[in-house]
Structures are given as structure tokens and as C-alpha cells.
């Protein structure tokens, strides 16, 4: 039996996760089994938990402080434990601040002889360069879901391997007056969703932000409809309770359709920034920090922008507003500009989909990661 240590700290990650599970999986006929952290996806494609991504989750430089002592010992026993295992590899999704301090204790402390795999990499192009010394000396093989990232890493002599982007292989495009019908909106209306995050930090920052942007989109424009995509992990109810949601529905099964039915949307910077420029849907995209860990960002962060659609081109196709400049004000003169400029909306739609091409030349990408990781085990044995 193949055995195999899968860490993932992210919603993505356990989405991406999951779907490599299963695919390495059908290529191994179920003779395979897996070890690490995850989330609620992983569990369900049989992850045997080493601990559970919710508790390793942390945004901002400040906030990370306060869990370095868990952390460690976290760290601690995942590296005993894959000592003990012995697995065929460690595959490592997204999460640098926790993957690469483990890989750097199974290289260095425990010696181990099987290879690690990297899959999705950390935005090092972007903030903390520093770590391509790391990754050129603990990590075996990158594995990279940018078309920029594989020449990016030869450049500093790592062997990274352009993957394609999973999501263009998970969604097709659906007929949006049906998703609306069936979410339960009118397909007359323009529908403005929005998307705060999937961390609760992420929320308690946004969403309250963004509320007060629909009241003000919802002043000047009758006919819309508006909708709040919940992440996974988050109750409904407790979200109602918590902030006046008024006339906002809250969808919190498959938030993805709602998204892909959005005449445009407010999303915080992620993950589904990019999902939705690569659906088409046109976006403004916030983030705010503690002010601390805003501080340091602009010491550190070398990119002028914060969502993947406009790092990739290096300008700014989309709109987004980080820290003071987040504010209701700005966002609803940007979403009122997609809502009654037709042309407007238009350009932005044709620039989102120059972006999409970028990635079209890479299909299959759970069977391009499941193979190159087959590759990897037959050359160790």
C-alpha cells in the first residue's frame, strides 16, 4: 500500500486536497492511504487527521504570534509521526509559514530519504523572497498552478513544473438565469453578491464593510438583488444573529454558483478574487489588517497589487482597495460603475478573459500532480 503525509491550512488547500486524494485514489485503485492535516473535504476522502487545518488558520503577521507555541508543537509531532510512517512522499499544499518550517525538520532533523512535493506555491515572487533558500534546499519538487511561477523557480535553479489551475478543470460555465432561478432570485435583477472570506478574522474585518456598501449600491439601484456567499465552516444562522443582514440572502450551499450568476460581486482578496475573474464576473476586491500587520505588509510585500488578476498583467483590471481605502463609499462607486456603464462593464469583462487564456494550455490537473508524484516514487525505488 501506498502511504502518503498531505498538509493543507487553507479552504482552498482542503478543496485542492481532497480532489488530489481522490484522484491518486482511482490511479491506485484504493491501495492508498493518507496521513495529515486538513479540513472537513480531506476527512471525508479518508485523511487519518494528524490535527485539522481550522487550528493552524492565521491572517495578518500580529495574530500569528499569539499561536507559535501550538504551532511548534504541532510541527513536533507531525515531523515524529511522519518518521514513524515512513510514507512514500510528503505532499505539502499552499500554507509556507507551517509547510515549509516541516519540511525543513524532516530534511534536516530526521534525515528522511522519501521526496517532498510541493503543490500550489507560496507567493514568494510577491513577499519573503527569502524562502526560495528554503525551498531550493528541503523541497524536492515544486509543483505550481502560475504559468509565471515554473520560469520564476528555474531562475533560482528549483525543478517546478507548471501544472495548470484546478479550478478551470472543477467548473464549467452554467446557465446563470437557471442558477439564479435556482437560488432563489429574480433573473430580471442584477444580482450583486458578496464574498467576505473564509477565516472569521477575515469576516469581522469585511463584512460589516460590506453591508454598509450594499446600503449605499442598494440607494441608487432598484433593480438589484444582493447575497452573501458564506465559506464553508461558517453557520448561517450565526451570521444573521451576529450582523444585520437585512435584505442580503445568505447562501451557504455550493457559494460558488451564486458567484458565477453575480452581475458583478465584493470579494475579499483569495482565492475567489481569481474564481471570479476567471467566471467572468466582474469584482472589486478589499482587504484589511490589523494595523500592525498592515504596517509591516508595506515593508515586506514587493507586488503592487493584492488580487492574482492584476499581479499577473501588472495593472489593475480590477478594482481593490486595501486598509483606509476599503470603505463603502469607494466600493459602491466602483460596483455602481459596473452596474450602469454598460461599455465599462464590457472592458472589464474582455480584460478577464485575456486572463483566463493565460491558462488554458494546461487541462487535467490532478492527473498532471498524481503522475509527476508517481514519477518521483518510481525514481526513489
Given at each position: 500500500?501506498?502511504?502518503?503525509?498531505?498538509?493543507?491550512?487553507?479552504?482552498?488547500?482542503?478543496?485542492?486536497?481532497?480532489?488530489l486524494?481522490?484522484?491518486?485514489k482511482?490511479?491506485?485503485?484504493?491501495?492508498?492511504?493518507?496521513?495529515?492535516?486538513?479540513?472537513?473535504?480531506?476527512?471525508?476522502?479518508?485523511?487519518?487527521?494528524?490535527?485539522?487545518?481550522?487550528?493552524i488558520?492565521?491572517?495578518?503577521?500580529?495574530?500569528?504570534?499569539?499561536?507559535?507555541?501550538?504551532?511548534?508543537?504541532?510541527?513536533?509531532?507531525?515531523?515524529?509521526?511522519?518518521?514513524?510512517?515512513?510514507?512514500?512522499?510528503?505532499?505539502?499544499?499552499?500554507?509556507?509559514?507551517f509547510?515549509?518550517?516541516?519540511?525543513?525538520?524532516?530534511?534536516?532533523?530526521?534525515?528522511?530519504?522519501?521526496?517532498?512535493?510541493?503543490?500550489?506555491?507560496?507567493?514568494?515572487?510577491?513577499?519573503?523572497?527569502?524562502?526560495?533558500?528554503?525551498?531550493?534546499?528541503?523541497?524536492?519538487?515544486?509543483?505550481?498552478?502560475?504559468?509565471?511561477?515554473?520560469?520564476?523557480?528555474?531562475q533560482?535553479?528549483?525543478?517546478?513544473?507548471?501544472?495548470?489551475?484546478p479550478?478551470?478543470?472543477?467548473?464549467?460555465?452554467?446557465?446563470?438565469?437557471?442558477?439564479?432561478?435556482?437560488?432563489g432570485?429574480?433573473?430580471?435583477?442584477?444580482?450583486?453578491?458578496?464574498?467576505?472570506?473564509?477565516?472569521?478574522?477575515?469576516?469581522k474585518?469585511?463584512?460589516?464593510?460590506?453591508?454598509?456598501?450594499?446600503?449605499?449600491?442598494?440607494?441608487?439601484?432598484?433593480?438589484?438583488e444582493?447575497?452573501?456567499?458564506?465559506?464553508?465552516?461558517?453557520?448561517?444562522?450565526?451570521?444573521?444573529?451576529?450582523?444585520?443582514?437585512?435584505?442580503?440572502?445568505?447562501?451557504?450551499?455550493?457559494?460558488?454558483?451564486?458567484?458565477?450568476?453575480?452581475?458583478?460581486?465584493?470579494?475579499?482578496?483569495?482565492?475567489?478574487?481569481?474564481?471570479?475573474?476567471?467566471?467572468?464576473?466582474?469584482?472589486?476586491?478589499?482587504?484589511?489588517?490589523?494595523?500592525?500587520?498592515?504596517?509591516?505588509?508595506?515593508?515586506?510585500?514587493?507586488?503592487?497589487?493584492?488580487?492574482?488578476?492584476?499581479?499577473?498583467?501588472?495593472?489593475?483590471?480590477?478594482?481593490?482597495?486595501?486598509?483606509?481605502?476599503?470603505?463603502?463609499?469607494?466600493i459602491a462607486?466602483?460596483?455602481?460603475?459596473?452596474?450602469?456603464?454598460?461599455?465599462?462593464?464590457?472592458?472589464?469583462?474582455?480584460?478577464?478573459?485575456?486572463v483566463?487564456?493565460?491558462?488554458?494550455?494546461?487541462?487535467?490537473?490532478?492527473?498532471?500532480v498524481?503522475?509527476?508524484?508517481?514519477?518521483?516514487?518510481?525514481?526513489?525505488?
Amino acid at each position: 500500500m501506498k502511504r502518503y503525509i498531505i498538509i493543507s491550512g487553507e479552504t482552498s488547500g482542503d478543496i485542492y486536497g481532497s480532489s488530489l486524494m481522490k484522484q491518486m485514489k482511482k490511479t491506485h485503485h484504493g491501495d492508498i492511504a493518507f496521513w495529515g492535516i486538513g479540513g472537513d473535504k480531506m476527512y471525508n476522502e479518508g485523511l487519518y487527521p494528524l490535527g485539522h487545518s481550522d487550528n493552524i488558520s492565521v491572517v495578518g503577521f500580529t495574530e500569528i504570534i499569539k499561536k507559535i507555541p501550538s504551532i511548534n508543537n504541532l510541527l513536533n509531532n507531525i515531523a515524529r509521526c511522519t518518521n514513524e510512517i515512513q510514507p512514500d512522499g510528503v505532499i505539502l499544499i499552499d500554507f509556507p509559514g507551517f509547510n515549509i518550517r516541516l519540511a525543513k525538520r524532516l530534511k534536516k532533523k530526521y534525515k528522511i530519504p522519501f521526496p517532498i512535493i510541493y503543490f500550489i506555491s507560496p507567493q514568494i515572487w510577491a513577499w519573503h523572497e527569502s524562502r526560495i533558500k528554503l525551498i531550493k534546499k528541503y523541497i524536492d519538487k515544486m509543483l505550481v498552478i502560475f504559468p509565471f511561477e515554473e520560469s520564476f523557480y528555474k531562475q533560482y535553479n528549483v525543478d517546478a513544473t507548471y501544472v495548470g489551475h484546478p479550478f478551470l478543470d472543477e467548473w464549467s460555465p452554467a446557465n446563470t438565469n437557471q442558477q439564479k432561478n435556482q437560488l432563489g432570485f429574480n433573473p430580471k435583477k442584477k444580482l450583486i453578491s458578496i464574498f467576505p472570506g473564509s477565516r472569521l478574522m477575515e469576516i469581522k474585518q469585511h463584512l460589516p464593510v460590506y453591508i454598509k456598501s450594499i446600503e449605499k449600491i442598494k440607494n441608487e439601484n432598484e433593480n438589484c438583488e444582493f447575497a452573501l456567499g458564506l465559506a464553508p465552516g461558517f453557520d448561517k444562522k450565526e451570521i444573521e444573529k451576529t450582523y444585520n443582514m437585512r435584505d442580503i440572502q445568505i447562501i451557504d450551499q455550493e457559494p460558488l454558483q451564486l458567484l458565477e450568476c453575480s452581475h458583478a460581486a465584493i470579494v475579499t482578496s483569495g482565492t475567489v478574487s481569481l474564481q471570479a475573474s476567471l467566471m467572468g464576473v466582474p469584482c472589486v476586491v478589499g482587504y484589511k489588517l490589523s494595523f500592525l500587520s498592515w504596517l509591516l505588509s508595506k515593508i515586506l510585500i514587493k507586488v503592487k497589487f493584492i488580487s492574482m488578476t492584476n499581479i499577473m498583467v501588472n495593472k489593475m483590471l480590477i478594482r481593490e482597495y486595501t486598509q483606509y481605502q476599503m470603505t463603502p463609499k469607494n466600493i459602491a462607486q466602483e460596483i455602481n460603475k459596473l452596474i450602469n456603464n454598460s461599455q465599462y462593464y464590457s472592458e472589464v469583462q474582455e480584460n478577464l478573459l485575456s486572463v483566463k487564456n493565460l491558462f488554458l494550455n494546461k487541462e487535467r490537473v490532478m492527473e498532471n500532480v498524481t503522475h509527476i508524484i508517481n514519477l518521483m516514487d518510481n525514481e526513489k525505488n
